[in-house]
């Protein structure tokens, strides 16, 4: 079963409305962390905003919340206000706390949601 | 700082070949990993280390040989080349311990194997 589902594989939005892009994850472990990342068309992955699995409060970074629902497992990125800039690639990600033989694991992507700001 | 440095940024390879990818960190960060990604597909890791002379397996470790002699160096040797590597790899590190370790990725390097 996949960890880390992105149910949108394109979006077309218009430009200053906002945008919720769609992460439900899968996990037993207690801990973890939930990341979301953005890959413009030059390639480099930009990390946006972090989510503990014990954080009380959803997560900001200015234009970036996270709308963290944990009884659901769902961490849907709303991005406000949507600027032209913001056309690229976005990735959900999770990084669990298991330790497995000694070291720790990294991060699991979703297949990310390609954002298209028109407009 | 120069965070994650990743060489070279393109490389075309003929089937059999090897090589190494380089990829190095200044921030003095335990933990290091890599990841390859294939069109629409998210990134998969492929090894990581937590620390100098220890490293392990990800999801995708075959074909791959990593070592980390140093904290700051993790380089990914291709033993024997084949098309099914072609891919974009790329390379990360973070802090270990505490409850939020933001990875920070390295540019990629854009491989092709013929």
């Known amino acids: 079963a996949q960890k880390i589902t992105q149910t949108q594989p394109g979006m077309f939005v218009q430009e200053k409305e906002a945008v919720t892009l769609d992460c439900t994850y899968d996990?037993?472990?207690?801990?973890?962390?939930l990341f979301w990342y953005k890959q413009p068309s030059s390639g480099e992955m930009i990390f946006l905003i972090y989510?503990?699995?014990?954080?009380?409060q959803n997560a900001t970074e200015g234009r970036y919340s996270l709308n963290f629902q944990k009884a659901r497992k769902s961490a849907n990125l709303v991005i406000s206000a949507s600027q032209l800039g913001d056309s690229a690639m976005y990735f959900c990600a999770m990084r669990e706390a298991v330790i497995s033989g000694g070291g720790a694991d990294g991060l699991t992507f979703g297949k990310g949601t390609h954002l298209i700001i028109q407009p | 700082n120069a965070g994650v440095t990743q060489t070279p940024k393109f490389q075309v390879l003929k089937t059999g070949q090897s090589m190494t990818l380089q990829c190095a960190q200044d921030m003095n960060h335990e933990y290091m990993s890599w990841y390859r990604q294939d069109p629409g597909m998210g990134l998969r890791l492929i090894h990581y280390s937590v620390g100098a002379g220890i490293t392990d397996q990800g999801e995708v470790p075959n074909g791959y040989n990593v070592s980390r002699s140093t904290t700051e160096d993790f380089p990914l040797r291709l033993l024997s080349a084949a098309p099914s590597q072609t891919s974009v790899y790329f390379c990360?590190?973070?802090?270990?311990?505490?409850?939020?370790?933001?990875?920070?990725f390295g540019p990629g390097t854009r491989l092709t194997v013929l």
């Open positions: 990360a590190s973070s802090a270990l311990g505490g409850k939020y370790n933001e990875q920070f």
């Open positions: 996990t037993s472990d207690p801990s973890y962390g």
């Open positions: 989510q503990g699995s014990y954080d009380q």
